[in-house]
């Protein structure tokens, strides 16, 4: 079982539209939560950290379910600067520092 | 807003020679990590660093492959020999303390021929 699966897509969705992504871990001892989003050829940038009770910035909601070690990302009303590569991450243990990514879920927004 | 700066951005060299990557942490940060991703793969971790020593490597993170803090401010990452797969793009990321998320640079791509 990979360590951290996401849906490869891509998902075409109209611009204004929710979209809903989704990532299982299989490390039940992962500590922290991430998405990350990478622009093609480049960085991943911190998109979001995901919090056991869920959190929310702007148009972007992460929820974790630590019971079927399961995150997922919601975008509402999405624009066409979304789309992207959307990287689930997972670091399992306080202490270590390590990184796991998934391969990653590609977005494009249709205007 | 701080960033994580790496240099070159493109490196081209033969099978066989050596590389340096070059990456300058955030200032105030005292984690570093390097990480690699294979054209149309995901991001795989390589190592961490702290406290002027690894603190953790992959498999990938073999024998031709080291890291350093040569002075306060740059992180690089050597491979020895190169060998054709290790054609990616290279990473640095820094975090200020454990826990941390971590910032990444926006790489180097290494082109091995």
């Known amino acids: 079982r990979k360590e951290v699966e996401q849906d490869p897509g891509p998902f075409n969705v109209p611009e204004g539209a929710t979209v809903a992504f989704n990532c299982t871990y299989s490390?039940?001892?992962?500590?922290?939560f991430f998405w990350y989003r990478q622009d093609c050829r480049k960085e991943p940038k911190l998109l979001m950290s995901?919090?056991?009770s869920g959190n929310e910035d702007g148009r972007f909601t992460a929820q974790l379910n630590r019971a079927s070690q399961y995150i997922s990302l919601l975008i509402r009303d999405s624009k066409l600067s979304d789309s992207a590569t959307y990287l689930c991450?997972?670091?399992?243990?306080?202490?270590?520092?390590?990184?796991?990514f998934g391969t990653g879920t590609r977005l494009t927004i249709i205007p | 807003e701080p960033e994580v700066t790496q240099t070159p951005s493109h490196q081209v060299t033969q099978m066989g020679q050596e590389v340096i990557l070059r990456c300058v942490p955030i200032s105030n940060h005292l984690y570093f990590y390097w990480y690699r991703q294979i054209l149309g793969q995901k991001v795989e971790f390589l190592v961490s660093f702290y406290n002027n020593e690894i603190s953790e490597k992959s498999e990938i993170f073999d024998d031709q492959f080291s890291v350093e803090r040569p002075d306060g401010s740059n992180f690089t990452l050597k491979i020895r020999s190169t060998k054709l797969e290790d054609s990616a793009m290279y990473f640095c990321a820094s975090s200020g303390r454990e826990n941390q998320p971590q910032h990444f640079g926006d790489g180097t791509r290494l082109s091995i021929l």
């Open positions: 991450v997972v670091r399992d243990n306080f202490g270590n520092e390590k990184l796991t």
């Open positions: 490390n039940s001892a992962s500590q922290s």
């Open positions: 995901v919090y056991s």
